[in-house]
Every structure is written in C-alpha cells, then in structure tokens.
C-alpha cells in the first residue's frame, strides 16, 4: 500500500506509541484487503468503549493507549455504553462491571472522546455529510450513515475503529469505493395493496431483506418516499441484525438511489426477490421465540429511541399505569431525554411506571445478571439478539402491543 | 504485502510417501506471523465471536453453530470467514487475557473482525497467534478435526498431518 511521508512517520512511531499501534493495525488490515492507498475521515464512532464488547482485556489495551500519549485525531463519538453513569442502581448494575465501564469512560475521555453514549450520532452531534469518508462501529450506525446520509464507512470492529480514530485515516476499500456502493440484490415490496406500511411493518421489511442480501448490497423499491427518519433507521438496524447489511438503498429514497438505474449503476441485479405480508408474517414469527404469555421486561429504543418516537410513546402511556412484576425501560441518550423532559414527557413516563435508561441498552448492560423471563420490544434487534445475549425470550410486538403489555403484564 | 505472501508455484507438496500418518503442506496468504500448532477443529460454518465464544471459558456458546459445547483454546480453528457483531475482536481479545484462544486462524477469506483480535494479542500481550487465509486448497475439505495442524504465518503455508493413518500414496 502507498503510504504518504507522514503516514510512513506515523508507522515508525514519531507520532508516539499509540499512533505507531494503530497505524501498523490499520496497514496491516489495508494489506489484506488490497488497498492502494490510505484516505483521511471526517469523523469516528467508537465501539470499545462498550464493556459488554471489551471486556477487561479492552480496559487494559484502552488504558494502556492513553497511557502512551493516544489522542483522537478525529472527533469521534461514544456508542452506547453497558451501564447508565448516573443512576447505575436502578438498573441493578453490579459493581465491578460498573467499575469497568468507569474505567474505559475515563481513557477514553482522556483521550478526547465525546461522550455521547448512544448509537443515533448520526442524528446529534455526529452527522456526517454525503460523500465524506468517516470510520465507524455498530452496525445500525453504519447502515444509517451508509444508506440514509450517504457517507462512506465500512463496518468497523471494535480496536478497529478507535485505530481509525486516532491515526485519523482508514486504508481505502470496500464502500470507501464508488464499485462497492453499487446495489447487487433488488427486492421488492408486492401485494400490500392500499395498506400503508406502518412502524411495525419498517423491522420486519428490514428483516426480511438482511436474511436474503446477507452482506451483499439490497435495492428496495415501494418505499413511500415520505418515509421517516424513525422508520429508515428502525430498517436498516433490523437488516444489520439478521445480515450484515452496511448498506441499502431504497429507491426515490435515498441519496444514492434517485432512479432504479442509479441505484444498480447501469447494471443488472444478481437477484430479485420480492417481499410480501406473508414475508413480514414470517420475519415476525422469527423474531418471537414464543407466541404469547407473561411480560417481565418491556424495552423501547434500540437504537436509542428519538425525541419524536419518546413523543409517541408518552401519549401512548399518558394515563395508564404498568402493572406489578414488569419492568418498563425505554433506551435513549441524554440530549433525548433533556429535550423529552423539559417538554413534560419525562413526568408522563415516570408517572406510568416507566423508565428511562440513558447511556446504555439492554443489550449493552448486564445483560445475564438481570434474569428477565420474556422481553416484549417494538425492535427487531433487541428482539434478534435478546436471547442470545439476555437468555430471556423475545416477542417483537408494535410500541402500542408493547404499551398494552406493559399495562397487563401479558401479550397475545 | 507486510507479513503476508501470495506465493505460487506448485499447490501442493506430498512428503514421506513411506510415513504412516500423511503430511500435507499448502500454500495460503500469510495475514498474522509467527507458528504455531495444535489440533484442528473445522467447520463449514462462519463464526464471528460475539455473542458467539464464552472468553471464560474458551467455549463455543451460539446454540446455532455447530461447535456449540466445544472449546476452542489452543485449537487450529478452520472455518471459511467471519461474520456478525463488529464485537467479535472485543471477545477474541478477552479470551487471550484469560489464556482461553485459539492458537491460529485458517479461513477461507479472513475479514476484520477476525484480523484485529491476533494483531492485537501480539502488540498487548504477547501471544502469537498466526493467521493465513485463501489456502490452495480449500480448507474445511481438506482438514478434518482431529489432525494436527502447523500454522506458519510468516511462510504463508500450513502443514497438515493426517489423524487417521492412511497406506494409500494417491491421495492429493
């Protein structure tokens, strides 16, 4: 690979240890991939600093980092985090967990970090511009700066992303490049009639779509195009969650997909699949690992619930009260829930027994020490990887199913 | 290429016809130097770690792979390619610190997610843990579990030695 007289001192260590580490990863990972060249990132979103990713082995590589004089070239933002920083307790956050994520907090705001603690930079703080070459983790991050803004990630690993971050470049492949943006596998939305696809619907298309492109690039046509922000990012999670779709375009939608044509670049898709109400019945059977019965656990925001979605819900609650047994938790960041408070949703939650979790999730958290039965959620990815990492049954209901269990403690 | 080879020539060497056990060496890219060596454990399927590897342990956990219950310390892992959570390297790396990895990599294609954990293990911790990928020969029909593997990271080659004692001298 070429590298520029800087990029070169950069490897020999001039730029100190930390830059030498990073620099040597991110050649290495160039290499295999065949780069030319490196590229220079407008900005970073940070996957190591989540404990439930890192673990302790991440604390120590982190601290030694920093130690080493490590300083993010890049503004670069925190993801969601494993604990909420504030109010631990009432999450019933164990100590040395706590401790651990304390610790990573504090290396990397050392090193310069913002910390946003949330996986919707791209809506506060952390918004990339179309066109512009960035270097972020997690995978609902991606597809969202891929697909919706179009700026230019691929998906980044844990270490990874914080080499980008602090060498400030990435090596130039994969959707850095013009050929890898081409869409490969077109599906398309038949026989919904005169339905309009609701919130509900959004997950499920996404899903569907992930399970068939697997990392391939998905073209979907019969999005209406005054399709919501919410529901473009409830998508692609869900797609980045049952495949590792980085990118999608969804024609008369998004940037890269003004035509059918331009989403294809001129050539022929490898595939056509089309998607219908009995593919969404079956994404949704999927993602229930039973059909009904007794709620523990009702969770919202993943990724971290919107000002406009908080809105939804608070109405949604006002009035109404959860029953006993059955935890609420509604998964967002600070910026949400200040502006949430100070326009009077923050009193509806709390008066309905509801919860507001900042910083973290409930799949970042301590997830196995929490002993949740069943977990109903309106998100295909809590709902995806719930069991897995929670060992509690999934249902994946709508957020007025979610709200109707939450107040009778059962569903279906 | 830094510590890799894409080397050509001839795909396979046969040695010691008159040896009971059977030695295969094939060429692949060399990603991550060193040696090192161990028994294999093979499959067909991806993996990715996350939410997949239990880094106390070294066992695999995911109820979907076929290495469910199997641990994987000091194992020559052959699998075609990662997949899944970014959080794989996360997870690799934590199974280093707890003396609970692999002791190489053999895939088919190797991507990120797998690359970062073994570069990283040398840097922090001083583990070698080779990885080669795009080998000459496919690898999970080559390599059966049980057979005993040498990875060398730096030669871009590993060298197969058969668990099942073979008489016949045909077999390429």
């Avoid at chain 1, 670069?76 to 164990?94: D, H």
């Avoid at chain 1, 799949?363 to 069943?374: I, K, Q, S, V, Y």
């Avoid at chain 2, 990715?48 to 020559?76: I, Q």
Wanted: a negative charge; glycine letters at 14%.
């Amino acid at each position: 690979m070429y590298l520029t007289r800087e990029e070169e001192l950069m490897l020999e260590g001039h730029y100190g240890e930390a830059v030498e580490t990073a620099m040597e990863v991110l050649v290495r990972i160039g290499d295999a991939y065949g780069a030319g060249r490196m590229v220079g990132v407008a900005s970073g979103h940070l996957v190591s600093c989540i404990y439930n990713v890192v673990f302790e082995a991440g604390v120590e590589v982190v601290e030694a980092l920093a130690r080493a004089g490590g300083r993010l070239r890049v503004p670069s933002t925190l993801c969601t985090g494993s604990a909420p920083l504030r109010n631990p307790g009432e999450f019933r956050v164990p100590g040395d967990w706590l401790e651990g994520q304390r610790r990573l907090a504090a290396a990397f705001e050392g090193m310069g970090a913002v910390p946003l603690w949330s996986c919707t930079p791209y809506l506060h703080v952390n918004v990339p511009r179309f066109g512009q070459n960035i270097a972020w983790g997690e995978s609902n991050c991606v597809c969202y700066a891929n697909s919706v803004i179009g700026a230019r990630t691929n998906r980044y690993p844990s270490y990874v992303e914080l080499c980008a971050a602090l060498a400030g470049r990435v090596p130039e492949f994969g959707l850095h490049l013009d050929e890898n943006r081409r869409g490969q596998v077109l599906f398309e939305l038949k026989g919904f009639g005169r339905r309009a696809l609701s919130d509900v619907d959004y997950p499920l298309i996404g899903y569907a779509v992930g399970l068939v492109a697997v990392d391939r690039v998905p073209v979907i046509t019969g999005i209406p195009n005054d399709v919501g922000r919410d529901q473009l990012k409830a998508l692609g999670a869900a797609a980045a969650s049952s495949g590792s779709v980085a990118l999608y375009h969804a024609v008369e939608v998004t940037p890269e997909a003004r035509t059918l044509k331009d989403a294809f670049r001129g050539e022929r898709p490898s595939e056509r699949v089309e998607i219908g109400p009995g593919d969404l019945s079956s994404a949704r059977e999927e993602l229930s690992t039973v059909g009904g019965g007794r709620v523990d656990l009702v969770a919202v925001g993943c990724p971290h619930y919107t000002l406009d979605q908080v809105a939804e819900l608070a109405n949604l609650l006002r009035g109404k009260r959860i029953a006993d047994g059955v935890e609420f938790w509604v998964c967002t960041n600070r910026i949400v829930e200040e502006a949430a408070e100070r326009m009077g949703y923050g009193g509806v939650l709390r008066a309905a027994g509801v919860k507001v979790m900042t910083d973290s999730c409930v799949l970042n958290g301590p997830t196995f020490t929490w002993n949740f039965e069943t977990m109903a959620t309106d998100s295909a990815k809590f709902a995806h990887y719930g069991p897995m990492q929670a060992g509690c049954n999934a249902i994946y209901a709508g957020t007025g199913e979610c709200v109707e269990a939450a107040v009778r403690g059962e569903i279906g | 290429m830094r510590g890799g080879s894409r080397q050509g020539g001839d795909r396979l060497t046969r040695e010691g016809a008159s040896a009971q056990r059977e030695r295969i060496i094939v060429r692949c890219r060399g990603l991550v130097g060193g040696r090192a060596e161990g028994e294999a454990l093979v499959s067909s399927q991806p993996l990715g770690f996350w939410g997949e590897l239990d880094p106390g342990t070294g066992v695999v956990t995911d109820v979907h792979h076929e290495w469910r219950g199997r641990e994987v310390t000091g194992k020559v892992l052959v699998f075609p390619r990662g997949r899944g959570s970014t959080g794989g390297a996360g997870i690799f790396l934590e199974a280093v610190r707890r003396g609970r990895a692999p002791a190489a990599l053999v895939n088919v294609e190797t991507e990120m997610i797998l690359l970062a954990g073994p570069i990283l293990a040398a840097k922090f911790y001083g583990r070698v843990i080779p990885v080669v990928d795009r080998p000459e020969r496919d690898p999970t029909a080559l390599i059966e579990a049980g057979d005993h593997v040498v990875v060398d990271g730096d030669r871009g080659i590993i060298e197969v030695t058969k668990r099942k004692e073979t008489g016949s001298t045909d077999r390429v």
